[in-house]
C-alpha cells in the first residue's frame, strides 16, 4: 500500500510541476520582455553552442530531445549514447553495466516500440536495428567512442525521412561525432572505480593547418569486472576524422576501430506460480564458475548433469560476446551555387564476431541434438570429458552504402531529395567445439575457440536496400512553417541455410531458405509549427512508417528465416506484411527567461496517438528460453496495436547556478485483438482472460510487455565556484512481462549522483582540469532490470539490478 501510495504521490507531483510550469510559460503578463526564441538546435551543432541540460526542441515539427555531449559525460565518463537517453522523455534503455555497453541484456522502448523498431545513425550511417548478434550494423558505443560524441537527438514519434533505416517503425535516434577543434589540443581522461574499473581516453586534435584542413585521433582502453561474477569486460577502440573546407564545399572522413569482449550475464527464469521446486528455484543471479575449473566440475554429478533443481536456472562456464569491427566513411558536401548543395557519403563497416557459451550437456535438450550427430557414443566423453561443451555463434557482416541528398534553397520553400542504398553480407554459423578437462588453459572468454565438432547450421545472408524521399518546408510566414514529403522503402532479401542440422526419421530439422522482395512506394509525412508569440511554438506530425523483415537467419522478432521450417517460411512470404505504423503527433514548444529567482523555462508537452499494423509476436517454440541452444521461433501476425501517449519536459533555470529537469512519460500500448495459435493471425476479437481457448490466446486490450505506463526523470545540476553536483532520479512504472498480461514486475527507482570540481588552471597548468566522483544506483536498490518476454503466460526471464558502484574520473585538456 505504502508503494502505491509514493508511486501516485510521484505523479501527481510531477503533473503538478508540468502543468504550473507550462501555465508559467504560457501567461505573457509573468514573463519579462525577451527576444524571441532562438531556431530549434540544428542536429548537428556543437556542444559547445548547447547551455541546456536536456534540448527540448530538436526538431521543428516533430516530437524530439537532445542530450548534448558535456551531460552525457555527467552521466557517467564513457557512457554509451544508449545509455544516456534513458534520461529524455519516453525512452526506457536499461542493461546490466552501468556503462550501457553489455549488449545481450539490453532493452529499449521509446512509445512503446521496441529498440528493433527504431532507426538508428551515426553522421548519418546506419547502424542497424541493434539485434544483439547484429546482423545489419553495430551498436553506437562500437561505432563511437563515447568521449567523441557531439549530442544525440531522439526522435521519440517519426525519425526524418532521410533517416538511412529498414527497421524504423517508430522513432529515431540520430548521433553526431564532434568535429575537430580548430584549436590545437591534447585531451586525457581516466576513470577508475568499483571492481576493478580501469578506463582511458586519449585524444589529441590538430588544429587548424594548411588550407581549411583539422582532423582528430583518438583511442580509448576500458577494463570492468561484472558484480556478480569474475568476468572482465574490456576492449580498446580508435576513432579518428579529418576535415577540410574551403568555398567549394566540406570534405569529412571518419574512421572507427572497436575491438571488445564483453563477458555476459545469464538471465533468470521466472515462472509466475510454480508448481515443483524447479520451477520455484529463482536465484537473483546466475554467475557463471570460470575461472575455477574445479567448481564448474563439482557443479555437475558424475553423469554430468546439474543440480536437479538448477534444470531452468543452472550455471555455465562461461558466456561471452567478441566482437571486432571497421567502419568508416568519405562525405562531400558541394557547394553547387549560393542555394544549392549536393551531399554525397559513402560508408563501409566490416564486423567479425562471435558468441561463445561455455555450459554443461545435459540441459537445454543438447543430449537429443548431440545423439544426432554421435548416436550410441558416451557424450561426456565426445565433448573432452569435462561434461561441458562450447556453443558459437559465429558472425560476419560486411556491408556499404551510399547516402546522396539535394539541397535547394528556392526562396520561401527548402526542398530535400534524397536517395539511400544500402547492401548487405552476413552469415551465422552455429558451432559446437569440446571442452576438454585435461587443456584448462585452452578455454577462457578471451579466448576464440577451435577445432570444432560440430556446425549445427549456417546461413548466409544477402539484402539489399533502396530508399528514396522528397520533401518541401515551406515557410509560409514568419509564423508558420509547414513539411511535407514522401519516402519509399523496398528490401530484397535473399536467405540460403548453406549448413541443415542433421533431421531424424521422426523430427524434419531443415531450416528455410528462400527470397523474400518486400517494397512500399507511398510512405508520406505532413507536419507544421506556428510560432504563438515569439515564445511559444505549436507543431504537428503525422507520418507513415514501415519496418522491413529482419534478414538474420539466427532468431529475430520479425525474421522469417529464423521460423523452423519451409513450410512456415513460404506461409510468411505469401502471407504476412511487415509491419507499418502510423503515427500522429501535437504539441507545444516554449521558451521563457524571467527577472527573479526562476530565471527561464524550456518545456515541451507532447501528445501521441499511433495505429500500428501487422504486429508480429515471435514466441520461442520450446516454452523457454536458453542461451546455449535456442529454439526456432513461431512467428505470428496478431493484427494491430493501438498506442496513445504524453510526454511532458520542462527544464527550470535559477540563475546561472541551479537547473532542475523533469520528464513525465504515460504510454498505452496494446493489442487490438487476440490471435489465434492454429490460422497464425489475429482473430478480431478479444475473450478477455489469461487461459487460451482453442487455440486463441487472449492478447486483445493487454499491454505490449517490456514497456511501462509510467516513467519519470528528473535531473537537479548546482554549480558554484567550480564545484557541481548532478543529482539523477529514474522511476521505471510497473511492466507486464508475458503477452497475456498475467504477470508483471514492481515499479523501480534508481537514482545517481555526481560530484565535480574544476582545478585551478595555475595549479594543474592545463586549459581544463576536473576531479569527479560518479555513483550508481546510489540508494543500492535490488530488482528486476531487463526482462524477456517469450511466453504467452506463466514464465519470463530477468536480468538483476546492479549494485551501488562509485567511479572516480580525472579529465585534462592540454
Known amino acids: 500500500m505504502g508503494r502505491i501510495t509514493l508511486r501516485t504521490s510521484m505523479m501527481r507531483t510531477s503533473l503538478s510541476l508540468a502543468a504550473v510550469t507550462l501555465a508559467l510559460a504560457t501567461t505573457p503578463a509573468l514573463a519579462a520582455e525577451v527576444p524571441a526564441a532562438a531556431p530549434a538546435a540544428d542536429a548537428e551543432a556543437p556542444a559547445a553552442d548547447m547551455g541546456e541540460t536536456i534540448v527540448v526542441n530538436a526538431k521543428t515539427t516533430r516530437s524530439a530531445t537532445a542530450i548534448p555531449a558535456a551531460e552525457m559525460q555527467k552521466i557517467l565518463p564513457g557512457i554509451s549514447p544508449l545509455k544516456a537517453i534513458q534520461s529524455l522523455p519516453g525512452v526506457l534503455y536499461v542493461t546490466a553495466d552501468p556503462w550501457g555497453n553489455n549488449e545481450q541484456n539490453a532493452q529499449m522502448f521509446v512509445h512503446g516500440f521496441s529498440a528493433q523498431q527504431l532507426g538508428y545513425t551515426m553522421d548519418g550511417v546506419p547502424l542497424g536495428d541493434q539485434s544483439y548478434g547484429n546482423y545489419n550494423g553495430l551498436s553506437p558505443s562500437r561505432a563511437l567512442i563515447s568521449e567523441n560524441t557531439g549530442r544525440t537527438v531522439v526522435a521519440t514519434g517519426a525519425g526524418e525521412l532521410g533517416v538511412a533505416s529498414v527497421s524504423n517503425l517508430g522513432g529515431a535516434v540520430e548521433i553526431t561525432s564532434r568535429d575537430p577543434s580548430n584549436e590545437r589540443g591534447l585531451e586525457m581522461n581516466h576513470t577508475a572505480g568499483s571492481y576493478g574499473t580501469a578506463r582511458t581516453f586519449v585524444r589529441v586534435d590538430s588544429g587548424e593547418f594548411g588550407n581549411g584542413n583539422k582532423l582528430f585521433l583518438s583511442g580509448s582502453r576500458q577494463r570492468a569486472r561484472a558484480w556478480d561474477f569474475a568476468g572482465v569486460q574490456g576492449g580498446y577502440q580508435a576513432n579518428g576524422k579529418f576535415i577540410h573546407e574551403d568555398s567549394h564545399g566540406k570534405l569529412t572522413a571518419y574512421f572507427a576501430y572497436s575491438d571488445k569482449i564483453e563477458p555476459n550475464e545469464d538471465a533468470t527464469t521466472i515462472y509466475t506460480n510454480p508448481t515443483n521446486a524447479v520451477q520455484a528455484y529463482q536465484p537473483y543471479t546466475r554467475p557463471f564458475t570460470y575461472p575455477s575449473l574445479s567448481a564448474a566440475l563439482n557443479y555437475l554429478d558424475a553423469s554430468g548433469n546439474v543440480p536437479a533443481v538448477a534444470a531452468n536456472n543452472y550455471r555455465n562456464y562461461y558466456s561471452d560476446a567478441q566482437r571486432t569491427d571497421y567502419l568508416g566513411y568519405i562525405k562531400y558536401d558541394v557547394n553547387l551555387s549560393k542555394a544549392v548543395k549536393w551531399s554525397n557519403q559513402f560508408y563501409i563497416h566490416h564486423n567479425d564476431g562471435v558468441g561463445v557459451v561455455a555450459g554443461p550437456i545435459t540441459v537445454a535438450g543438447l543430449p537429443s541434438l548431440f545423439a544426432k550427430y554421435f548416436p550410441g557414443q558416451d557424450l561426456k566423453t565426445v ?101 511535407a514529403g514522401i519516402k519509399t522503402s523496398a528490401q530484397f532479401a535473399n536467405g540460403l541455410f548453406t549448413v541443415q542440422e542433421v533431421s531424424t526419421p521422426t523430427v524434419n530439422s531443415n531450416r528455410p531458405s528462400g527470397r523474400i522482395n518486400s517494397t512500399n512506394w507511398f510512405l508520406p509525412s505532413v507536419g507544421a509549427n506556428y510560432d504563438l508569440n515569439g515564445s511559444e511554438k505549436v507543431y504537428f506530425n503525422i507520418q507513415k512508417n514501415l519496418r522491413q523483415f529482419q534478414a538474420y537467419g539466427a532468431g529475430g522478432s520479425a525474421d522469417p528465416w529464423s521460423t523452423g521450417s519451409q513450410a512456415a517460411f513460404d506461409y510468411i512470404k505469401s502471407n504476412v506484411r511487415p509491419e507499418t505504423a502510423w503515427v500522429y503527433e501535437v504539441g507545444l514548444r516554449s521558451h521563457r527567461n524571467f527577472t527573479g529567482l526562476l530565471s527561464s523555462i524550456d518545456a515541451q508537452i507532447n501528445y501521441y496517438h499511433v495505429d500500428f499494423s501487422n504486429r508480429l509476436l515471435a514466441l520461442s517454440t520450446s516454452g523457454t528460453i536458453n542461451t546455449i541452444n535456442p529454439s526456432t521461433t513461431a512467428l505470428f501476425n496478431v493484427g494491430n496495436v493501438t498506442t496513445d501517449g504524453v510526454d511532458a519536459a520542462v527544464t527550470l533555470g535559477f540563475g546561472q547556478h541551479v537547473k532542475l529537469y523533469n520528464a513525465l512519460s504515460y504510454n498505452s500500448s496494446k493489442y487490438s485483438s487476440d490471435y489465434s495459435t492454429v490460422t497464425g493471425a489475429a482473430t478480431g476479437m478479444q475473450i478477455g482472460g489469461y487461459a487460451t481457448v482453442a487455440g486463441v490466446v487472449p492478447t486483445g486490450g493487454k499491454q505490449i510487455p517490456g514497456s511501462p505506463s509510467w516513467m519519470n526523470k528528473t535531473m537537479l545540476t548546482v554549480n558554484y565556484a567550480g564545484a557541481e553536483v548532478q543529482l539523477i532520479g529514474d522511476y521505471i512504472g510497473r511492466r507486464y512481462v508475458t503477452y497475456t498480461n498475467d504477470a508483471s514486475i514492481p515499479s523501480l527507482f534508481l537514482a545517481s549522483a555526481r560530484v565535480a570540481y574544476q582545478l585551478p588552471a595555475q595549479l594543474v597548468h592545463a586549459k581544463k582540469a576536473e576531479l569527479s566522483l560518479n555513483v550508481t544506483n546510489l540508494f543500492d536498490k535490488k530488482g528486476w532490470l531487463q526482462v524477456s518476454s517469450f511466453n504467452n503466460a506463466g514464465s519470463f526471464a530477468a536480468y538483476p539490478v546492479a549494485p551501488r558502484q562509485f567511479f572516480v574520473t580525472l579529465a585534462v585538456g592540454l
Open 383 to 483: 565433448f573432452g570429458g569435462s561434461g561441458y561443451a562450447i556453443r558459437t555463434t559465429e558472425y560476419m557482416i560486411h556491408r556499404e552504402g551510399i547516402i546522396s541528398n539535394l539541397n535547394i534553397d528556392a526562396g520561401d520553400h527548402h526542398i530535400e531529395a534524397g536517395v539511400w542504398f544500402h547492401h548487405n553480407e552476413s552469415s551465422a554459423y552455429r558451432r559446437w567445439y569440446p571442452m576438454n578437462v585435461n587443456t584448462p588453459d585452452a578455454y577462457s572468454p578471451y579466448i576464440r575457440p577451435s577445432g570444432y565438432l560440430i556446425t549445427q547450421y549456417a546461413v548466409e545472408m544477402r539484402t539489399d536496400n533502396l530508399q528514396l524521399h522528397i520533401q518541401d518546408a515551406w515557410r509560409v510566414n514568419s509564423r508558420l512553417n509547414v513539411e
